[in-house]
Nanobody, 126 residues
Framework: QVQLVESGGGLVQAGGSLRLSCTASGRTFSNYALGWFRQAPGKEREFVAAISRSGAMTIYTDSVKGRFTISRDNAKNTVYLQMNSLKPEDTAVYYC???????????????????WGQGTQVTVSS
């Protein structure tokens, strides 16, 4: 079982930037595709971005394309989400998660992901 810990959230003005980090325990980090999801109050958890186990393939939800970048450093057991040009609608709790199957390919489906972190709050003020 992989344990994940997110960090880097906070309060930022619209147009600003934040970089989220998610560090995993365990030696099998590089076996998993990884994803970032978010959940705003009263809404369902939604997909943000995902990356393959090698880092060569990434996918994004349309609303963050061109603004967010997902990356990973397997030597550090860490996945990142660089968020630029933030908007108030990006406000949510952000979670990282591992995808235990799928041969290391990314997915946008919540159901494909297993271990989840505790989340980090991102608040964007207008």
């Amino acid at each position: 079982q992989v344990q994940l810990v997110e960090s880097g959230g906070g309060l930022v003005q619209a147009g600003g930037s934040l970089r989220l980090s998610c560090t995993a325990s365990g030696r099998t980090f590089s076996n998993y595709a990884l994803g970032w999801f978010r959940q705003a109050p009263g809404k369902e958890r939604e997909f943000v971005a995902a990356i393959s186990r090698s880092g060569a393939m990434t996918i994004y939800t349309d609303s963050v394309k061109g603004r967010f970048t997902i990356s990973r450093d397997n030597a550090k057991n860490t996945v990142y989400l660089q968020m630029n040009s933030l908007k108030p609608e990006d406000t949510a709790v952000y979670y990282c998660a591992t995808r235990p199957g799928g041969s290391g390919f990314p997915s946008s489906r919540v159901a494909d992901f297993g271990s989840w972190g505790q989340g980090t709050q991102v608040t964007v003020s207008s």
